[in-house]
């Protein structure tokens, strides 16, 4: 470069043309090369700078004429502004270049394994009675709670079941002392919620999620301790068709939106008529296989309209309100629902059994 | 309950495939647990003749048989039974034949002979165990000699026949019989029904030359006695043979299998009675007295409670009413008189009977859920008359009656709207009559929409209206209901304060890496009593189970424990649970205890597993203090205090701490006690246990926005050398209190024990945020209320600032 300002003096416009041009060609080739962020702007305040060539060169318009001034100045300014260009260009490409050197210096393997981000879960018991609660919440029905250890007189005198009762399986029962048990059913909650409400508010319409204990030898079907709930609508027209539009909703929450249930009659003493209920097997869509003993069919709950000495026994007059209710185990449920072909698996709380459920319902 | 189909077809002709008629059943009646056929998957089994038996020469118990199947030649075939005979007909599993349980059978070789086939005993061809005549139990079937060589042997055995098993639930007891399930099967496919009634030829003395009974009619509201003689006791012919094996119950002899038929029949219970063991004429239906005993038929001695019905003659009890007989006039081979019982017995006190003697039986079944009481004499009838036939006695004249109740129809009143309004159906009032006429009710049409119906005396489970109103629902059929939600006033769904809380508590625990567990509330005396947060009495099972369930808990932690030591038991180390359920406390006086909500974890291993990246995070006591600190601030618990706590016997006692909300103890937190842990046969594990019916209980206090300042903050960072014994929250508590207006925050960021500072002391770093409202503060202000708090420190702590 020095080379080139040292030549400027006494130069014609032709000649000053030719050097701005000769400058020009090779700064641009100078700035091409330069693989350097620094060098280039290094570069930028020598070519551009004001002890820069160009101002050398244009030293030599001394010598020029007044007309040919302005075109060697207008000409220098070219230059000047496609150097300056050339440069930012440059530099442009230079920092995208530096970037992707960068980004791929920082390149991961993304198929290490991620961070252990890990919440805890609930129990797909605690999952299923939610998707139920959910569903009758909705429904404009309250979830009620009631004690474990009940009394006789709940437990099963209000529920029609007399001491004597056939229906009445004392091997069955954990019993306290006489009078006071572990509740074999939730269905005390709903005899103590039919005593104290008020039908002037409007109907009763609950359900009773809860636990209860049967004297059962615990096996893979068996569980000494279980879940229920148990269903109440009481009002002054309540049908069984009620019954069974309502029962078909819980099947289609739980199993699945294209499920059917079948009612068959059945006994209970809480309930005339009494049903059992069947849902279409969600394993084969009815067609018949191992699920549902090729019947197509699952049993999956009881049900029936309220007996009228529940309603009397209560304090209901049996005339004017009547309704309906159902029982269901949230344990069996699970069990068909995920295939969990032993019931124990529920209660002794193996880290792998319940880490293992989606929570997607 | 067994039905054949066959046996049903006397009484109505129906003429469905059996698979069909029982789904019919199910849908319209009882359960159906079984549909059956004996000889469905067998072949080539037929009647065989043994011309010829002799002894195996290489063996001492097999023999060799030439046997007629009906072919050109005998077969021959070594058979093994100890009661093989020459001249007999038997069943013969010819080669290629199928028998029971899929066994193919062939021709082959054994001990050098060849055999080709099988003889076979009953159970060889599918019967139970328990319905094998006793005589053949141990070996092969003879059959009647009129059986047809070569013919297959299914329907001289009745295996043809199909069977289809009811599980009749507790108040159809009406289809505990025959009669009344064909009454049933002839409603629901409106077909016409026939029963024969029984015609008694009666000869030779009155009864009561023989037999005078007495009852109390609120022990047997009907007591009927019938007297047979002459009587000869042998098997039974093989139609009645077949009806009760197929019914699963085992042929005895003629005697024992009509009472049996009849049972089966009418379900009406009957007994027999030796008559020549009867001591005097009077038989007396009463209570027994206590400690009276009788040796009943299973050569059992029975001491007697004043509960139990027993018939007496005069020196004691001879049968125990609706159970069992006595085994003193029990009718034996021997036996010539027989005095036959039919009777209603109290219900409940056969109850009683049956369970406390543990002497369930079809009879006291029946008797339990009820018989028909209009049909008690003709069962008694039916039998006398088919004893005498078959044992060639006869039927002494007359019926001994000690009581005998008038039975009625009972009328129930009930209108088509009533039915429709409870169905949700437009059922038209004469579809209604229809029905009831279907089911044998009489129906009175008072009025379109007014039915008084008579039900007969064998459906004694109808008595109310909502009975006749599930009648009407099942045989127009549940499919045919519409399927329709509650009209009526709209509810709010909504869960209340509790039930919230709860909710939320359990979501606030898993989002901190705890999985639900769900233990057993039964446990050991012992364990029920661990980790107790209040005094309380224990509440036992009276009968438990099992020694492992005797006590309902008192505390959550012990079934985590359980829990924690399943898992590790199973190689499972690190381990993160939590429940939320009720403890059971009760005052000493009261019978049923209180039920509290709680909440409890336990964690063991590590909490963070670590990986090639993360470091592995151990549980330890700051972590599960940490996670409690975040549940009780997210349920918005305000002055929650930990306190060094000593005094909870299963804890570390330099690990573990109480909280507080305030004055109110909420719970404990800290490291399970190494004793406890080695008797769990667990690692190192901590736990917390929370009163969350407390913490619900708290006042609620309105949350009210705080609006973020706008101006710096400004920090001070102090270390302080003080005393190992002074506890950091003493500090913290001292700083809150005396650090001037503008102190918004402070912070422990340190803890250092250790080189450069005194053995007996710890250095303990805190930053502390200063800031204002309003304003942006100045060094110099802040400096102030620093280094006045600071100055306190140095006196109240004898701390050094470092
Ligand atoms: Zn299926």
Known sequence: ?361 | MKISTKWLSDYVKLDIPANELAEKIERTAVEVDDVSCLASGLKKIVVGYTQHVSAHPQSDHLHICKVDVGEDKPLQIICGAPNIAADKKVIVALPNSRIADNVKIKRGKLRGELSEGMICSLQEIGFSENVVPKEFADGIYFLPDDAVVGKPVFDYLGMNENIIDLDVTPNRADMLSMRGTAYELAAIYDKKLTLKHPKVVEEGDTVGHYVIPSADSKLASTYLMRVITGLKVKPSPMWLQKRLWNAGIRPTNNLVDVTNYILLDYGQPLHSFDYDKISGKNVEVRLAQSQEKIKTLDEKERVLRPTDIVIADEKGPIALAGTMGGLRTAVTDSTTTVVLESAVFNPSLVRKTARYHNLHSEASMRFERGINHATVEEALDAAAQLIAKLGDGKVAEGIAAATKEEVHSVSVSIGSKKINDVLGTKISAAEIKNIFERLDFKVDMNSADKFTVEIPPHRWDISIPADLIEEVARIYGYDNLPATLPKGELTPGLYTYKQKVIRATKRLLEETGLTQAISYGLTTHEKAGQFMMEPSAATELAFPMSSDRTTIRMNLISGLLDDVAYNTARKVKNVALYEQGRVFYREEENERPREVEHVAAALTGLYAAGSWQYPKQPVDFFLVKGIVQHLLDSLGVKHIQFKAATGHEEMHPGRTADIYAGDTFLGFLGEVHPNICKEYSIDRTYVFELDLQKVIDLPKEQEVYVSVSKYPEITRDVALAVSKEIENSAIVDFINENGGKHLVNIELFDVYEGEHIAHNKKSLAYKMTYQDQSRTLSDEEVTEEFERVMKKIETKFDAVIR
């Open chain 1, 1 to 361: 470069m020095s080379q080139i300002c040292e030549k400027v003096k006494g130069m014609s416009l032709v000649d000053l043309k030719e050097r701005l041009n000769d400058l020009k060609k090779k700064a641009l080739a100078e700035i091409t090369e330069t693989e350097d962020l620094k060098k280039v702007n290094d570069l930028r305040v020598k070519l551009l700078g004001k002890k820069g060539p160009i101002t050398e060169i244009l030293r030599g318009m001394r010598d020029l004429s007044s007309e040919q001034r302005p075109q060697i100045g207008s000409f220098a300014n070219t230059v000047r502004d496609d150097l300056t260009q050339a440069i930012a260009q440059r530099r442009e490409k230079l920092e995208i270049i530096k970037t992707a050197k960068k980004l791929e210096k920082e390149k991961i393997d993304v198929t290490l394994p991620g961070a252990a981000v890990k919440a805890g879960q609930p129990h797909i018991i605690e999952q299923v009675i939610s998707q139920i609660e959910k569903l009758f919440l909705g429904m404009g029905y309250q979830i009620v709670d009631g004690p474990e250890i009940e009394e006789d007189h709940y437990n099963f005198e209000m529920m029609n079941l007399p001491k004597d009762h056939p229906a009445r399986d004392m091997q069955d029962t954990f019993y306290i002392n006489d009078q006071i048990l572990m509740r074999t059913q939730t269905s005390p909650v709903q005899a103590r919620t039919m005593e104290k409400h008020d039908f002037s508010k409007g109907p009763l319409k609950m359900i009773s999620p809860g636990k209860v204990y049967r004297r059962d030898t615990d096996d893979a079907t068996h569980s000494h301790q279980f879940h229920q709930v148990e269903g109440l609508v009481i009002d002054k027209h309540v049908t069984m068709a009620d019954l069974k539009g309502t029962l078909q909703a819980v099947a289609k929450t739980i199993f699945g939106e294209s499920r059917e249930i079948r009612l068959r009659p059945s006994y209970f003493p809480f309930t005339e008529p009494s049903v059992e209920v069947d849902v279409s097997c969600f394993k084969c869509d009815g067609k018949g296989c191992a699920v549902c003993k090729q019947s197509g069919w699952i049993e999956v709950l009881g049900a029936g309209m309220v007996h009228p000495n529940v309603l009397k026994m209560a304090g209901i007059d049996a005339d004017v309100y009547g309704g309906f209710a159902f029982g269901l185990g949230p344990d069996r449920f699970a069990m068909l629902k995920y295939g969990v072909d032993d019931i124990r698996e529920f209660y002794l709380n193996d880290m792998r059994f319940l880490t293992q459920f989606s929570q997607k319902g």
